[in-house]
């Protein structure tokens, strides 16, 4: 954890994309999710999400605090699954062929 919040301490002095400061919310946000801190991880995730939303492992994550906060609703939130079918599919007509 230590190694994380400085390096959250040193990305709020440096210029970082947004992808690099998304991906830094969601490795917090899993090591949150190891440690059982589900608050911190939820927090993780939101800012996270604000950066990057279409990355398969917030989802991913996101699937897994719902599970362990014993959410079977939000576990298995269709319109979340079927928004990031929908962002995918339109990166890949984006790609040029």
């Given at each position: 954890?230590?190694?994380?919040?400085?390096?959250?301490?040193?990305?709020t002095?440096?210029?970082?994309?947004?992808?690099?400061?998304?991906?830094?919310?969601?490795?917090?946000?899993?090591?949150?999710?190891?440690?059982?801190?589900?608050?911190?991880?939820?927090?993780?995730?939101?800012?996270?999400?604000?950066l990057?939303?279409?990355?398969?492992?917030?989802?991913?994550?996101?699937?897994?605090?719902?599970?362990?906060?014993?959410?079977?609703?939000?576990?298995?939130n269709?319109?979340?699954?079927?928004?990031?079918?929908?962002?995918?599919?339109?990166?890949?007509?984006?790609?040029?062929?």
């Amino acid at each position: 954890m230590t190694w994380y919040n400085l390096s959250q301490r040193l990305a709020t002095h440096a210029v970082l994309n947004d992808q690099c400061l998304a991906k830094l919310h969601r490795n917090l946000a899993s090591t949150y999710l190891w440690l059982n801190d589900l608050s911190h991880a939820r927090d993780n995730l939101e800012r996270a999400e604000k950066l990057d939303r279409k990355s398969p492992h917030l989802f991913y994550l996101q699937f897994k605090l719902s599970l362990l906060q014993n959410d079977d609703n939000a576990g298995t939130n269709q319109q979340s699954f079927t928004q990031y079918a929908d962002l995918y599919v339109m990166e890949l007509h984006q790609i040029p062929i």
